[in-house]
């Protein structure tokens, strides 16, 4: 740790990779990078962080507070940068943007996924056949075949599933939600299958 005069204001640099910094706090919590020093540790478990607001956010996971809300819905969030996801749903932003195609994305993460279908990566490989996978939860799936196991599990009966696509299915038993309405008539169904059978069987007798 070294400081410095620079025309009329000291400035500390960091003896690591020379980086420059006003103040002397921010130097010294930013030495912590290259020590890997972890002064602040969890009460609840044995987690340790390197600054003081990353242990305030993990503490949430044990208390449960939530303090940031949702002003059009009111739900609550642990963490700020969930709530600026969330606020997506409302407004509509899309602000992550495909560089082959015109699709947009509210969460990096799911244009991280998208890109794969244009650059073929495939970085999730099981580890019993070697097939590899552009998604993770596509590997999930695909490990049940070896295992027999079935990772997604009903939270209101406990009914478990090979696929996640196959338990949300099987909720709207327990909601009673019927998501898919025919355009024609405005009738509702559960399944879009149930849905598509009764658009044809309109079709069929002449009533669309």
Same mark, same amino acid.
């Given at each position: ?86 606020? $997506?749903? !409302? %407004?509509?932003? *899309?602000? +992550?943007? @495909? #560089?082959? =195609?015109?699709?947009? /994305?509210?969460? &990096? ?6 890109? $794969?279908? !244009? %650059?073929?990566? *495939?970085? +999730?490989? @099981? #580890?019993? =056949?070697?097939?590899? /996978?552009?998604? &993770? ?8 075949? !070896? %295992?027999?196991? *079935?990772? +997604?599990? @009903? #939270?209101? =009966?406990?009914?478990? /599933? ?11 038993? !327990? %909601?009673?939600? *019927?998501? +898919?309405? @025919? #355009?024609? =008539?405005?009738?509702? /169904? ?19």
């Amino acid at each position: 740790m070294t400081n410095v005069c620079d025309s009329d204001r000291e400035v500390f640099i960091c003896s690591e990779c020379r980086k420059t910094f006003v103040h002397k706090t921010n130097l010294k919590r930013h030495m912590r990078c290259h020590t890997a020093e972890k002064p602040f540790s969890c009460s609840f478990c044995n987690k340790s962080f390197n600054r003081r607001e990353h242990l305030t956010t993990h503490v949430r996971c044990h208390s449960g507070e939530k303090p940031f809300s949702c002003s059009v819905c009111h739900t609550s969030f642990s963490h700020y940068s969930s709530l600026d996801k969330h606020t $997506r749903v !409302h %407004t509509g932003e *899309k602000p +992550f943007s @495909c #560089s082959f =195609c015109t699709q947009s /994305f509210r969460q &990096r993460s799911d244009l991280v996924s998208h890109l $794969r279908i !244009h %650059t073929g990566e *495939k970085p +999730f490989s @099981c #580890s019993v =056949c070697n097939t590899s /996978f552009t998604q &993770r939860h596509t590997l999930v799936q695909h490990m049940s075949t !070896h %295992t027999g196991v *079935k990772p +997604f599990s @009903c #939270s209101v =009966c406990g009914k478990r /599933f090979s696929r996640k696509g196959h338990m949300t299915r099987h909720m709207t038993a !327990h %909601t009673g939600k *019927k998501p +898919f309405s @025919c #355009s024609v =008539c405005g009738q509702s /169904f559960t399944w879009q299958s149930q849905m598509k059978r009764h658009e044809c069987a309109g079709e069929s007798s002449g009533t669309t």
